[in-house]
């Protein structure tokens, strides 16, 4: 076939050993194992080819060398080179495997494009139909979801006022795990409604930051302890956390609540760390009488 007439041959697609992809059905993994061969047998054939014009290459190169040699004055032998004759009848079958090779894979290219234009409509039909139903499928998994997401989000409140009101660490207090706890963590109108941002309840309030660890608290200076409390407005049931079984700790968070002049200090918080604080007293004085 002259070369003129391979034009599907020029479209670069045609030449890729990913041009047929793998899996459409058996038919067409047959053709695509064909091309895959053609295009193998073309890359050794061109290896050959290759080879054989480099050798040849090689050895005029050399001989042009030793005649510059010579004629410059230098007592060199001329290399042995291949005869021309040699040559064509070395190139010869190779280059008829070339051509033979190209022509096979033009029909095939061709027997491809034929066989697609012939079955790919009702190979397609398949495609489309299972596409169809993986699109419902999907719709229907998606909606699943949805419901899911909804239900999740229905009983969010319920759930979550349970598990920051009941679960640890709000039953159970030790210096080294216990949280402070704010208010709104524990207030049903404070929990954020998952579905829209907004909090569960009348209120609107924005989440309560990260409650801080016991230790930071304990270890603030008098105004850092004022402004924190200035700032989260803890109530009774985290001061006394705060202060645990400590008369020094209680005796600070009273200066601290106290501290604020524009602000009247809270008489129940107060008076509950005020019976902390006086314990060393009471304390002292019994060791005083048993003295």
Known sequence: MPVEDRRLLGLQATLSRTWIPEGVNDEVDELRERHLFLLDAQERNSDALRAVRVRFEQEDI??????????????????????????????????????ALLDALEAHVRLVLDTAAERGGAWLGVYER???????????????????????????????????TAGPPYSKFSDDQTRIIEPAQLAWDKIPDPRDGRTIGNGNWPT????????????????????????????????????????????????????????????????????????????????????
């Open 208 to 291: 309560p930051p990260a409650p801080l660890p016991l230790a930071d608290v304990q270890q603030m200076t008098a105004e850092q302890m004022a402004e924190w409390i200035e700032r989260d407005g803890p109530g009774l049931r985290q001061m006394l956390i705060v202060a645990g079984d400590d008369p020094e700790i209680a005796g600070r968070l009273i200066e601290a609540e106290c501290s604020d002049d524009e602000r009247a200090p809270d008489t129940d918080i107060v008076n509950a760390l005020r019976q902390i604080a006086e314990r060393d007293e009471d304390e002292g004085d019994e060791d005083d009488g048993d003295a």
């Open 62 to 99: 050399s001989r042009a060398d030793a005649l510059r040699r010579q004629l410059g004055g230098e007592r060199v032998r001329l290399p042995a080179t291949t005869t021309e004759s040699e040559r064509e009848r070395e190139l010869e079958p190779l280059e008829a495997e070339r051509s």
């Open 130 to 164: 299972e596409a169809r139903e993986l699109e419902q499928l999907r719709d229907e998994a998606r909606a699943t979801l949805r419901m899911a997401e909804d239900r999740l989000a229905a009983r969010f409140g319920e759930r979550e006022w349970l598990r920051r």
